[in-house]
């Protein structure tokens, strides 16, 4: 057999049953072998590319963000756009060290946490359903959480659905589904315990996913370009050159939404040509969909991007976070979709993961997988679900928008249509290093050395402050 044909069988190929090997899925027996019975076929494939706190200051309730007071003399606001590690020990008022919320997280136009009113009613049902108890879940998770989180991702409509090649394994949020996909991908992916195949990792990226895959054990984790600074947007030349220059079968983690620092998605040609090289170079995509509904304000619009490559026949994963779109942020909810060439494939790929799971955490949590369920399972609720994630998305549009106009009202040199292309909860505001520390110096704009910044920290109230603010930084630095 040619090689092209080899390889164009499946990654997931080699899975076996409960034991598990390949170029693509192999899955050998790595480690503890399993009872004989449960050895059962040729070993499967999903082949590449076919396919400090410090307590609120007792002094005077001051709000971080609240436009009114004094503090340093000249400075009258404190406005966190991102995580804060040092905070001024000689003011009183920087308390707010429990930033890291800041950094991730949703906040209302009051600056305040929101639990989305769907999930509030979801829960007073739960909490009165009698019938409902603490038994341990299935390992691989709730069967309607699971079911219905990879049709969202995948559509109602999905050819792979209906034709039974797709799984869903529940996880502890989308990093569990990041983790526990290249914990199977290191060991039944592109031969047995491959620790050698390359996992590309966009530069810049969300930071965890070097730490996961490299936990996993991955040895050689490399960049694929993606940010270009001079003209604040996507490198596309140079991430298809990494593409194409890849070896064959290598592990690609993309973004399916809302790209995570720079806020930049590829637009529908671009992932096109994207997906063209890597069906072509053999490149596994592993998508992960921390945001579907957020960026855009729509489901669907949002998963495109899968959707795509699922109809362009590839074997794939796709890691999905309920973190932010339910905003159930400490319930630890995801979903790892397995999308295979063919049920037998996806059932072996379950099996192993079914492993992967009993040791990592066993069985997974109950509490945010019977809201989404609920939700996702009601037209009523789902509706309702769908009417919450427009207004978190619609919030962070608008406060794009009028950070942009006001910038290009006060003549802020430079361009700042980059503000309303990207999307999602971050943006890359373009300030150098110098910038972004005369803005945490002398206005108490707390933003990170990137210039990254999350728009949920921006509001009504403090956006002529932010605004004006980094006219003076861009106009003095
Ligand atoms: C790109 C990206 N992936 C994954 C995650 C992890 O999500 P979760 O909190 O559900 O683990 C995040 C969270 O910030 C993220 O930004």
């Given at each position: 057999m040619p090689r092209g044909s080899a390889r164009a069988r499946t990654a997931f190929s080699r899975a076996p049953v409960r034991t598990g090997s390949s170029r693509g899925f192999t899955a050998a027996p790595g480690g503890q072998p399993a009872?004989?019975?449960?050895?059962?076929g040729p070993a499967p494939t999903l082949g590449p590319a076919a396919g400090a706190l410090r307590p609120p200051s007792s002094l005077s309730g001051h709000q971080p963000d609240a436009a009114a007071g004094s503090v340093h003399g000249a400075v009258a606001t404190h406005v966190y756009l991102a995580r804060v590690d040092v905070v001024s020990d000689e003011c009183p008022f920087c308390y707010q060290r429990e930033t890291l919320a800041h950094l991730v997280a949703y906040r209302t136009d009051e600056g305040q946490p929101w639990v989305l009113p769907v999930v509030r009613k979801v829960e007073q049902m739960i909490a009165s359903n009698?019938?409902?108890?603490?038994e341990y879940l299935p390992i691989l998770g709730l069967p309607d959480f699971r079911a219905n989180a990879s049709r969202i991702a995948l559509g109602d409509d999905s050819p792979a659905i209906k034709e039974g090649r797709v799984g869903g394994v529940q996880s502890l949020g989308g990093t569990g589904a990041l983790r526990i996909g290249a914990e199977f991908l290191r060991r039944w992916y592109n031969g047995n315990n491959n620790t050698a195949t390359p996992v590309y990792i966009s530069s810049p990226s969300w930071e965890n996913h070097n730490s996961v895959f490299t936990d996993a054990g991955f040895k050689d984790i490399r960049t694929y370009r993606y940010w270009d600074p001079a003209k604040r947007g996507l490198d596309l030349q140079g991430l298809l050159e990494d593409m194409e220059a890849a070896p064959e079968f290598s592990i690609f983690i993309l973004h399916a939404c809302a790209h995570n620092p720079t806020g930049t998605d590829p637009t529908q040609e671009q992932w096109k040509q994207i997906a063209t090289v890597m069906k072509r170079r053999f490149l596994f995509p592993f998508f992960d969909s921390a945001y579907q509904g957020f960026a855009s304000g729509c489901l669907d619009r949002d998963a495109w991007a899968v959707r795509y490559f699922v109809a362009q026949g590839f074997e794939l994963f796709c890691a999905q976070s309920f973190s932010k779109n339910f905003g159930?942020?400490?319930?630890r909810v995801g979903n790892l979709s397995v999308v295979g060439r063919d049920a037998n494939n996806v059932q072996r790929v379950l099996s192993q993961m079914e492993k992967i799971a009993r040791t990592t955490w066993s069985n997974p949590p109950s509490q945010g997988a019977r809201i989404v369920a609920t939700t996702l399972t009601s037209p009523q609720l789902f509706a309702e679900w769908k009417d919450n994630v427009k207004t978190m998305a619609d919030r962070v549009l608008l406060m794009r928008s009028e950070l942009r106009s006001r910038l290009e009202s006060l003549g802020t040199p430079g361009t700042w249509s980059h503000i309303t292309d990207q999307i999602g909860m971050f943006s890359f505001t373009g300030l150098n290093p110098k910038q972004v520390d005369y803005m945490i110096k002398?206005?108490?704009i707390y933003l990170m050395a990137s210039g990254r910044i999350n728009m949920c920290g921006l509001t009504t109230k403090n956006l002529d402050y932010v605004a004006s603010s980094i006219h003076e930084a861009v106009t003095k630095i």
């Open positions: 009872p004989r019975q449960q050895r059962r009698t019938s409902l108890n603490h159930l942020y400490n319930e002398e206005k108490h």
